[in-house]
């Protein structure tokens, strides 16, 4: 199979991650600082995209990294209505709905896809996103909640969850498509999912409050809690409990899990506490999963950066155990991942999909009926 050359961009808050493959070799890699000062200065995060680029291009200079032959540049894809998962080409729509955040959440990774589109078309390369935020396979159970109206969705690490499921089978001589799994991804925010024969069947909104207290997320908190805890409180600043002021920020004021474990070892019992009640929340809803999966799992995988602490994995091997193998892998493999994914378009396994522009989920069909018949009844 051709190596092709495809160069990945993964924006962050105040740096862009990049990375150059010749097939799957990583031949360079940096994370590209970018002055908090001047991106203070943009009012969205589409209106830093010139300056990323620039800072971009001039460390691929200074590094002497030509990007001549260059066969496709995938971006973090962020921004858009949800979608199954998959490679999708960039076009007009996507790079309409990431820059104008067509999912109402603003993240640094939308500024993914039209990076991507800016390098490739600079050097006749093809553009795609990978397995973005928004993907969304949930099964029809999945969705439904008590108040009517409201329906589930889900924002999760998609590109590393499937990745890391991917991966794995294939250490097992399996394809994804023929294992269930329950990944988790435990960094900054918490995923965790119930991967049924190649689809993400369920999961936990880490960007609507559901699933385990992370660092920085407060996690599920029970409705007639959180109404009390919002009287005579800016509604703004309590959603931001949901994905930058939640859990050990919240309690502690910082959302560095190694200085929190630091302070337990040295004898901190309030940050014992709440690091241990992360992980019994992560182990929570592991089990969860594993009865979306009835039962039937091949193994559970842990990545993302605290899957470092020997501790934490340790902990989730004793209470989970019992469910299926425990595997981890620290780390993420997010820049591999949206490499892999264009390799398998280039190479023909798999198809590049068109992006849709409408929310995958449009309601039940017996839904529709149901309101067609209440307005022939009202004529």
Known sequence: MKPYKIFTINP???????ALFE????????????DAKILAQFKTPNEQRPYREETIRALLEENGISMDGLDACVGRGGGLLSMEGGTYEIDDLILNHSSE??????HPANLGPGLA???ADRYGA??????PPDVDELQDLARMTGIKGVYRVIHLHALNLKETAIRHAASMGKAYEDCNFI??????GISVSAHRKGRMIDGFDIVGGEGPMAPTRCGSVAAADLLRYCEGKDLREVKKLCTKNGGFVSHTGISDALELTKRASAGDKYAGMLWNTMIYQIGKCIGSMAVVLEGHVDGILLGGGMVYNEELVRKLEDTCGWIAPVTAYPGEFEMEAMAAGAQRVLSGKETAKKYPGVSRFQGFDFEKQENQTGRERER
């Open 12 to 18: 962050g808050s105040t740096s862009t991650k990049i």
């Open 23 to 34: 097939g799957e070799e990583k031949v360079f890699s940096a994370n590209v600082s970018h």
């Open 101 to 106: 955040c067509a999912n109402g959440v603003q």
């Open 117 to 119: 589109k800016e390098f």
């Open 126 to 131: 093809k553009a795609y996103v990978v397995n």
């Open 183 to 188: 990944v988790c991804h435990i960094g900054g």
